[in-house]
């Protein structure tokens, strides 16, 4: 027997983006990542999914609000084939979590009837398939969620393909790469042993955690999220998308990933030798952006010393840039350094004796270290600006 | 500018007064409220006064005592021409002129405000506060009196502009600093002081102080987020940890329930041995009692069969002993009587000799009081024969009138007053004595014969015959009256006295006086002879002696109505040698009393002795007697409990094995009883218990615990904290450096503008110094070459002056700190250094104005002062009042 899903994780619901300074900036970010929902749909129809997995981490949070409930359940409804999901170390389950309080009981039964979530390691039967759920129910998880696989008589599931739902980091993966910083120091912490499995037996392991889509062996993968949620820490990191599967049983599966999301997340570094490298700069980041603005989240990293003027002048690159994007994360470790011309225009001015005479201690205190040395090279710049303005 | 004269007319004092000055110096000099002040005054007036000004400003002006307004008139050079100022001060209708000699002419309004161009200052004072304003125009050149030893600050700052214009002109032009950098000072101080305090702690109202509170804000938000995710945590922590201890308890109180099991069953065994342990107890108590008492019995018949032996043993001697006893009793009672008879006679024949002694004792003592009285009696009559003759005397003392020698004496006095009386009455008697007479004469009534004579103390008629009648009148006048009245008052008071005494004559008194001394004399020699012999005491000892007698004859008597024997003998020594006699023979027999006494004694105790002991034996054996009969009776009575000899012997061995056999039983059942450890299984059981109960305690504790956290976790969903606090996070970390940026920023302001003030402070020092060397210049006229003026100028204005001696290691005495006569002299060099250097905006030449300027420096310096005045001479021209 043959089922066609699609495989999917960690959406999110709920991320705060804090970091995100524009409120509205920030709500649209997370927005967006309800808004996946609809093309997930679409996906879905477009290829036949009989039904929808979702490996954990739906919510951001184990304490995620009605709202995001209402919302996400809403969307879950018009999907309208089956969606079956666990909760992941993000959402778990357990005291105090979501998925039993009373408004996500309303929420689902009211706007997602066919959502169902796996609270427990129970398989669940369906026509075409059996979901073997590993749901996470704290956090942190000391033991391995798919332990209760090992003991099972898969032979009583006959012909129908046999398929895990997990959340964690498997040997040889996610120890440093996970997605947490915290999992990321303790390797112990919810692990999968995938080689315990009964491999013979199954025929498909569809994982979350790991935000980006990632093919761990022959029929173990990771779906990545439907809409990136950070900056890309290596070159192959490919988010943004949903995994279309057709699982046969004793058959390896077909795996077909289709993106599905929309911001861009991206990061770009800049040295600058001299002043003449501004506009240089200024090209490169505009024509990064493109047309797309309102649409984009950029992580910069910015080096080098400019002159006085420079400098100021990049500030309002900047400014106008972060105007045009979504957000701009900024690495700058840029200094100033008065160019020759600047120091002459003011320390040679004799028409003006006490601007030169303190221009000349400020450059001596810019040359120096720590932040007497950073105040100074802040003076030596609102002098310069406030005699042009003058 | 010069000044080249002045004329003030009708202004106070002066009725019309010109002084021309000299372009150099000009001294003006003359004895207190001469008006010289007042000069000073008037210039300064027409020069900064409007001539409109109304008010108290120009009614002080007016002079008291000249008509008409006050007027100055003032010839000066300004600007290279010479001009004539004329202000006449009548108020509202105030007059000025200033005219350019050789030229213009300009009144009123115009004049005023020319005269400001040319002297260079603004334009004059007038109208409201006039007189304040007035005080500071020109108050550096003006020395008015009093204000010499003012701070040069109070009069140079307002100059410090033009000072520093002209230094820097003196300086080349050099600048201290543009217009640009005024400006960008003035900016950036601002913009430090919006935003820091003078210690330099941020303001609280400013970007920074913003900043820091919003950073302090946010940082408590998240604070309060990460407290409120913290609880969230917490509580889920306290359900995973109920959970593993629910778990962990019921893992293990089954084992402690089964344990507590077994210690019951081992409990219940222990129990049953017990109750064994208990019923053989008994049966070998029972035993142990049968057996002890048939013991007893047989032990008691043979103590008793003991006790009869013995006491037969002792009562077979003690008979035999009885008829000894009596005989001794017999003898005993035969010694005693003897011994009693014999005392008797001897006790007789004593008391016999004793009453002898007594008589005779008795004989001797009447006998020693008859002689005594005897001896008495002599010596009494005597004591009563003299009292007889004293008695005597004294009556007969009694019998005479009792005049004393003072009595006597008075009647002397008296006599002699009456015989002195009689005297001079007798003087101052006339005698008459009749020679012849041929008639009868007649004195008075009385008739002289011839050759008879008569006195006559009165006035007395002296007939001779019938025919001669004669007065005379003797001498002595009221005297005589006086004389005879005296004799008649001591003749009648003797005769008195007399008579109260029962005498007639003074002699008789005498000699009844002299009788009584003599009779007194005598009693009192009687008196005193009567006590040289005790007299009392002898009549005392005879009275006692006669009762004595009397006593000791009456017992006597007494003594012989018994006495039937010889008569006594009546002489003492024999009746001393009887009573000796009879003393012997009655102590002998006492002696012998005495012994006898003590014999009997002794043989009425030995007879007593028999007799108890008799007694006593008697008694022991009536005693033995009857026990031994009891001791009888109660061994019968014991063989018949106990049974005969042989079948009670067979009975004890019977009773002991069974005894035996059950103290064996016992025994083996207790060995049991220890081998089971009955203590443990308490201990156990408790233990369990309390572990039981501690688990089911924890239990329900847990499953409280859990249901507790349980329920604060359930949420509707309002709010996420985890959210909550990523972006209150955010938000914090974000002002945090927007804080950074803004403190760094505003730092840097303070920096700018700290800089600015430095360099304007270096620049200002430098071009100072020229000004301070100036000064420096006149004081070491005054001070030698070691003083030097020492200028600070803070913000472009002069702050202060202070004086430094080389000599004293180069540390700046300010101002203030000098004495008054080196203040008024360094104020001096001050104003001198200023007005030259002012000069220079004014044709080269200032006039500089000193009233009474040093009234506080020494006259010494006086001297040196004139020198240092005068070396500003040609850049200054100097007034001085």
């Known amino acids: 027997m043959t089922c066609s899903f699609i495989h999917t994780a960690d959406w999110q619901i709920g991320k705060p983006f804090g970091t995100i300074p524009d409120p509205a900036k920030r709500a649209l970010v997370q927005h967006k990542r309800i808004e996946v929902l609809k093309r997930i749909a679409q996906v879905a129809r477009d290829h036949d999914a009989e039904f929808v997995l979702v490996a954990g981490d739906l919510f951001d949070s184990p304490r995620a609000t009605k709202s995001d409930a209402a919302a996400l359940c809403k969307e879950v409804g018009q999907m309208q084939v089956p969606v079956i999901v666990i909760p992941g170390n993000h959402d778990h389950g357990g005291p105090g979590s979501l998925w039993e309080e009373s408004f996500f009981v309303e929420a689902r039964t009211g706007l997602a009837a066919n959502l169902r979530v796996a609270l427990t390691p129970d398989l669940i039967e369906l026509d075409s398939a059996v979901i073997l759920p590993c749901p996470l129910v704290r956090r942190h998880e000391s033991s391995d969620t798919t332990a209760w696989i090992r003991t099972l008589d898969l032979d009583a599931f006959g012909d129908k393909p046999r398929i895990v739902l997990a959340h964690g980091s498997v040997q040889g993966f996610g120890g440093e790469g996970g997605e947490d910083e915290e999992s990321a120091g303790a390797p112990q912490i919810n692990q999968i042993d995938l080689d315990r499995l009964p491999a013979s037996g199954l025929d498909y392991v569809a994982l979350g955690d790991w935000h980006g889509t990632k093919k761990v062996n022959i029929r173990t993968w990771y779906a990545g999220t439907p809409e990136p949620d950070r900056f890309p820490k290596g070159g192959d990191y490919q988010s943004g998308q949903v995994l279309a599967v057709r699982a046969t049983r004793g058959e390896l599966p077909a795996v077909e990933p289709v993106a599905t999301g929309q911001l861009a997340w991206w990061s770009d570094a800049f040295v600058f030798s001299d002043d003449a490298s501004l506009p240089l700069f200024d090209t490169r980041i505009r024509g990064r952006i493109g047309d797309h603005a309102q649409s984009d989240l950029a992580l910069l990293e910015i080096s080098g010393s400019l002159g006085i003027a420079a400098a100021e002048r990049l500030r309002s690159i900047l400014d106008q840039c972060e105007a045009l994007m979504l957000r701009l994360k900024l690495r700058d470790t840029t200094s100033i350094a008065p160019t020759q011309d600047e120091i002459d225009a003011l320390v040679g001015r004799t028409t003006d004796p006490v601007v030169a005479g303190v221009a000349a201690r400020l450059i001596e205190e810019s040359r120096g270290e720590g932040e007497p040395a950073e105040i100074a090279r802040t003076a030596l710049r609102e002098l310069y600006a406030t005699i042009q303005t003058a | ?881």
């Open chain 2, 1 to 881: 500018m010069r000044i080249r004269s002045v004329t003030v007319r009708n202004y106070r004092i002066h009725r019309e007064q010109r002084i021309e000055f000299d372009p150099g110096a000009t001294l003006i000099g003359g004895l207190n409220e001469t008006g010289k002040s007042t000069l000073a005054e008037a210039i300064h007036r027409a020069f900064f006064l409007r001539a409109k000004s109304t008010g108290g400003v120009v009614e002080e002006m007016r002079s008291r005592v000249h008509t008409g307004n006050p007027e100055v008139e003032i010839e000066f050079e300004a600007k290279g021409n010479t001009y004539r100022l004329v202000k006449q001060f009548r108020g509202a209708s105030g007059v000025a002129r200033l005219q350019e000699v050789g030229g213009q002419v300009w009144n009123g309004e115009e004049a005023e405000a020319r005269l400001a161009d040319l002297l260079g200052t603004e334009e004059a004072a007038g109208g409201k506060g006039a007189a304040a304003r007035l005080r500071s125009s020109w108050a550096n050149l003006w020395v008015w009196q009093g204000t010499a030893s003012d701070e040069p600050e109070s009069y140079a700052a307002d100059q410090s502009d033009r000072l520093l214009r002209q230094l820097e002109k003196l300086g080349g032009g050099a600048l201290v600093q543009s217009e640009l950098d005024a400006r960008l000072s003035a900016c950036f101080g601002s913009e430090r002081d919006q935003r820091f305090t003078q210690k330099g702690e941020p303001r609280t109202s400013s970007d920074i102080g913003d900043a820091l509170s919003q950073q302090r804000q946010t940082a408590a938000e998240r604070d309060a987020a990460a407290s409120v995710l913290g609880s969230f945590e917490s509580d889920l922590r306290q359900v995973q940890e109920a959970d593993t201890a629910l778990t962990e308890t019921a893992r293990s109180l089954p084992g402690l329930e089964q344990q507590q099991k077994e210690n019951e069953s081992i409990a219940t065994k222990l129990k049953e041995l017990q109750t064994t342990e208990i019923l053989q107890t008994h049966a070998k108590q029972t035993a142990d009692e049968q057996f002890e008492a048939l013991q007893k019995s047989d032990r008691q018949i043979a103590a008793k069969r003991e006790e009869i032996r013995k006491i037969e043993a002792t009562l077979e001697p003690r008979k035999a002993q009885i008829e000894a006893l009596r005989i001794d009793l017999t003898d005993r009672k035969a010694d005693l009587g003897k011994a009693r008879l014999e005392l008797e006679s001897v006790s007789n024949r004593a008391g016999d000799e004793r009453k002898n002694l007594e008589l005779f004792r008795t004989a001797r003592e009447a006998c020693d009081c008859r002689a005594r009285h005897d001896a008495l009696k002599a010596q009494h009559e005597g004591v009563q024969n003299r009292r007889k003759s004293l008695i005597d005397l004294e009556s007969q003392l009694a019998a005479l009138p009792s005049i004393d020698a003072k009595q006597i004496k008075a009647l002397e006095k008296i006599e002699t007053r009456r015989l002195e009386a009689e005297i001079a009455l007798r003087a101052m008697q006339s005698e008459i004595a009749v020679l012849a007479a041929d008639r009868e004469v007649r004195v008075g009534e009385t008739a002289l014969a011839v050759g008879s004579s008569c006195r006559i103390a009165d006035v007395t008629e002296i007939r001779v015959g019938d025919g001669i009648a004669l007065q005379i009148r003797p001498g002595g006048g009221s005297r005589l009256e006086t004389a005879r009245q005296e004799l008649q008052e001591a003749t009648s008071d003797l005769l008195n006295r007399f008579q109260t005494l029962g005498i007639d004559t003074l002699e008789a008194a005498r000699k009844i006086a002299s009788e009584r001394t003599d009779l007194e004399g005598r009693i009192h020699t009687g008196r005193e002879s009567l006590k040289a012999m005790q007299a009392d005491g002898i009549e005392t000892d005879f009275s006692v002696s006669v009762v004595a007698m009397n006593a000791a004859e009456a017992r006597l008597k007494e003594r012989l109505t018994t006495w039937n024997g010889d008569p006594l003998p009546a002489d003492p020594a024999q009746l001393a040698s009887a009573i000796s006699g009879a003393e012997v023979s009655a102590q002998e027999l006492e002696t012998e009393q005495k012994s006898l006494q003590a014999k009997v004694s002794g043989a009425l105790a030995a007879f007593e002795k028999a007799e108890s002991d008799l007694e006593r034996e008697n008694k022991a054996i009536a005693t033995d007697e009857k026990e031994l009969l009891l001791a009888q009776g109660e061994l019968a009575g014991l063989i018949a409990t106990a049974g005969e000899d042989a079948p009670r012997a067979h009975e004890l061995a019977a009773r002991k094995q069974a005894a035996d056999r059950a103290t064996a039983e016992l025994d083996a059942t207790r060995k049991s009883i220890t081998g089971m450890q009955p203590d443990l299984i308490g201990q156990r059981r408790v233990q369990l218990a309390n572990a039981i109960a501690n688990c089911m305690q924890q239990r329900s504790l847990q499953e409280e615990k859990r249901a507790t956290a349980r329920g604060r976790l359930t949420h509707a969903g309002t709010t996420d904290p985890l959210a909550t606090l990523a972006i209150a996070s955010a938000r914090a970390a974000d002002a945090e450096a927007h804080a950074r940026t803004v403190e760094r920023r505003a730092r840097s302001l303070k920096r700018l503008a700290d800089l600015f003030e430095e360099e304007q402070r270096a620049r200002t020092d430098r071009f100072t110094q020229p000004f301070a060397d100036r000064i420096s210049g006149y004081l070491q006229v005054l001070f030698g070459p070691e003083a030097h003026a020492r200028v600070r100028f803070e913000n472009n204005r002069f702050a202060g002056l202070g004086l430094v001696r080389t000599r004293d290691g180069g540390s700046e005495l300010p101002f203030s700190a000098l004495s008054e006569g080196a203040r008024e002299q360094v104020a001096a060099a001050a104003r001198l250094a200023m007005a030259e250097v002012l000069a220079a905006d004014s044709d080269g030449c200032l006039p500089v104005l000193f009233d009474d300027a040093f009234a506080y420096s020494d006259p010494e310096r006086v001297q040196t002062l004139q020198s240092m005045l005068y070396r500003g001479v040609g850049k200054l021209s100097l007034i001085h009042i």
